[in-house]
């Protein structure tokens, strides 16, 4: 379901709205919570479904992860290696309606509609039984190792803008891949930051993000580093493409990782072409490379 005040930024970007729960899709390891130390907000990430709330605020954003993408999420350990390891490949950005298994029938109606120019999102919207179909069955961009492996195949061999079908434990889909593109996320240490952060002409051709709160950046912080704090998320999401730049490259920062993990994804799902986390955050870079930083 859309809910109530939500404002729909793009197709492929969250459905959100700082006054109701938002619905849309934000990449982040499986099974995991967050609670900052200080009960700002808590971060909670199930297979189908991810919170944050921010009691202070009594904001809450509520991410519904479809139930055709349950396995869509990416492990992180998966994805992010030691050093600066960093993972690359070809994206697609897929829209695609599901039906039950046993409407064999209408599927094979309404592939024949779209085959004769019905818009496969409209069709979605009418026929869909999965919550995607808000937004005209838009799955935003992905990636193989993120989807289950019958939709996956299915989607990555499929000619561009053919509607195809495939089945799954869910039932069966038709699927349509809009477009594609090639880009980077990627892991950097603390260390390797650090010597490129020595180089002057670095800080004018890279972006550098710290994503923790204003409190927590005025007892540690490092030079460059422009703040987006994640509870403020609402106030800087929407505009993140007009702010800084897709085509840069972008480092993302928190306190420990975790939180930089998740925006660093989500950046990349809003066109940002090379993005990097910074492993173990600020609290990392204090401990191995420069003494003089407080922890907390």
Not at 12 to 24: D, E, F
Not at 53 to 60: G, L
Not at 110 to 132: F, H, M, N, T, W
Not at 201 to 218: G, H, K, M, T, Y
Request: glycine share 6%; net charge neutral.
């Amino acid at each position: 379901m859309l809910l109530p005040r939500a404002s729909i930024i793009h197709r492929s970007c969250l459905v959100l709205s700082t006054r109701s729960p938002i619905i849309g899709v934000l990449p982040a390891p499986p099974r995991c919570l967050y609670s900052d130390s200080r009960s700002h907000y808590s971060f909670s990430l199930m297979p189908t479904r991810c919170s944050i709330y921010f009691p202070t605020s009594r904001v809450k954003l509520d991410l519904f992860m479809k139930k055709s993408r349950q396995a869509w999420l990416p492990s992180a350990a998966a994805a992010y290696g030691s050093n600066s390891n960093s993972e690359s490949g070809r994206e697609i950005l897929v829209q695609h309606l599901l039906v039950k298994e046993e409407d064999q029938k209408l599927l094979l109606e309404l592939q024949k509609r779209a085959a004769e120019g019905e818009d496969l999102g409209d069709l979605a919207v009418e026929y869909s039984i999965c919550p995607s179909k808000e937004e005209g069955g838009m799955l935003g961009w992905v990636r193989k190792g993120q989807m289950v492996q019958e939709f996956e195949e299915a989607a990555f061999n499929a000619p561009l803008n053919e509607v195809v079908r495939c089945k799954t434990k869910f039932g069966w889909h038709l699927l349509q891949v809009l477009s594609e593109r090639d880009s980077i996320l990627g892991q950097i240490q603390p260390s390797e930051l650090h010597e490129k952060m020595q180089d002057p002409s670095f800080l004018d051709n890279a972006q550098l993000i710290d994503v923790r709160e204003p409190d927590e950046v005025a007892k540690a912080s490092l030079p460059g580093f422009k703040v987006f704090p994640l509870r403020q998320f609402g106030n800087w999401g929407p505009g993140i493409t007009t702010e800084l730049d897709p085509q840069k490259d972008t480092y993302v920062m928190c306190h420990h990782g975790m939180r930089s993990l998740q925006v660093a994804q989500w950046l990349q799902t809003q066109g940002f072409k090379r993005v990097f986390n910074v492993s173990g955050g600020i609290h990392e870079y204090a401990m191995k490379v420069d003494r003089s930083i407080p922890t907390y």
